[in-house]
């Protein structure tokens, strides 16, 4: 994608939806903390449907972790990996109260030292909660990122990278939002929905587009 196709790409996708949120359904910064760190390898959907009866009986950190493990993996069930999260989950709330007096930290370095929390959950987090200017290279990213041509790379590190440095500002806060829900609902894996995509023309992937150098 040529840099100068970067700008109009951004500004239609916002012009279609101008104030993007995480599909994640929460109440506090500890939910969406939660929500997201039960969310790897599994859909939005399915964790929403988990987490309204747990956040229902332990919306902090505390709650969380009297319910304990076994009883986290009651309301977890039908998500992915629910054994490991829901262990993953009453640890963090663990070191929650005991390191940050059961705050969230918006340390990268602190949420990255809670078990289950990687890379994209604390940008997740950063973005969300903080308003830092972070991308979440999720599978979704990854894909529009190296198909559209705005941010080829090998891995979630270099496409994140590759976004920060030629996303333009007034954009970056939200972008990863917008390509998140772009992957997701039109630049879909097997079927790219090219037709109804609006921003095909700048896309380096779009039929009838050549590939073009930035």
Not at 45 to 69: E, I
Request: proline share 6%; net charge positive.
């Amino acid at each position: 994608m040529k840099t100068a196709d970067i700008e109009p790409f951004f500004a239609t996708l916002k012009a279609a939806n101008p104030q993007p949120v995480t599909e994640l359904q929460y109440s506090s910064v500890f939910e969406l903390l939660a929500a997201v760190l039960l969310s790897a390898q599994a859909t939005d959907v399915s964790v929403n449907k988990a987490t309204r009866g747990l956040f229902a009986q332990a919306p902090t950190p505390a709650r969380m972790l009297a319910l304990g493990v076994e009883g986290v993996e009651a309301h977890i069930r039908t998500i992915g990996l629910y054994r490991n999260k829901a262990r993953n989950l009453v640890e963090t709330c663990r070191l929650l109260i005991e390191r940050h007096e059961g705050s969230v930290p918006r340390s990268r370095d602190a949420l990255e030292a809670l078990p289950g929390v990687g890379r994209k959950t604390a940008n997740v987090v950063l973005n969300c909660a903080f308003g830092e200017e972070t991308m979440a290279v999720d599978t979704h990213i990854f894909r529009v990122g190296n198909r559209t041509g705005l941010a080829p790379g090998r891995n979630p590190l270099e496409v994140e990278r590759a976004l920060l440095r030629r996303v333009p500002a007034a954009y970056r806060a939200d972008a990863h939002h917008w390509l998140i829900l772009h992957g997701r609902y039109v630049c879909k894996a097997r079927q790219p929905d090219c037709a109804r995509c609006g921003v095909s023309r700048w896309c380096d992937a779009a039929p009838g587009r050549r590939t073009r150098a930035a």
